[in-house]
């Protein structure tokens, strides 16, 4: 199994349930079991993982869900009663707009508006119970945007 490379963070959450309570969080994918311990040892109670379109979807219309159901059922089983919040981008080889300058692929524009539907759909449908929160991009500031 990969080792699990996570970048720690300082996440200042605040909302009018938790008053002034800062909570510790991680940013990275979640690969397993061996490291998890690490999150319970430091405190950890959000994690962030991000989640591509093309993972999923890496052909129009062929997805496979299994990594990121595998994914939710491990952190359920090995993490409970620490929120999870996927952050979920729109990069796509075969459904995103060339941006001049950029990488292989585009995150945005999308240029299928349906077929992301399609994908948000199913991604918050077998999300529901185990996803705290949904991020939708990340650094929408981005000269490249």
Excluded: C
């Amino acid at each position: 199994m990969r080792t699990l490379t996570v970048l720690l963070v300082l996440v200042g959450l605040t909302a009018p349930a938790l008053a002034s309570a800062a909570s510790y969080g991680l940013t990275g994918g979640l690969a397993g079991p061996d490291a998890y311990h690490p999150l319970r040892t430091l405190g950890v109670d959000v994690v962030r993982y991000p989640l591509s379109w093309h993972e999923v979807e890496p052909k129009r219309g062929q997805h496979d869900w299994s990594k990121f159901e595998q994914a939710l059922a491990s952190f359920r089983r090995e993490l409970p009663g620490v929120r999870l919040i996927v952050t979920v981008r729109a990069k796509s080889p075969w459904a995103g707009l060339p941006v001049s300058g950029a990488d292989s692929f585009a995150t945005l524009p999308v240029a299928d508006l349906r077929a992301y539907r399609s994908f948000l759909t199913g991604l918050v449908t077998r999300g529901k119970g185990a996803v705290w929160a949904w991020q939708i991009e990340n650094e929408e500031d981005s000269p490249r945007w």
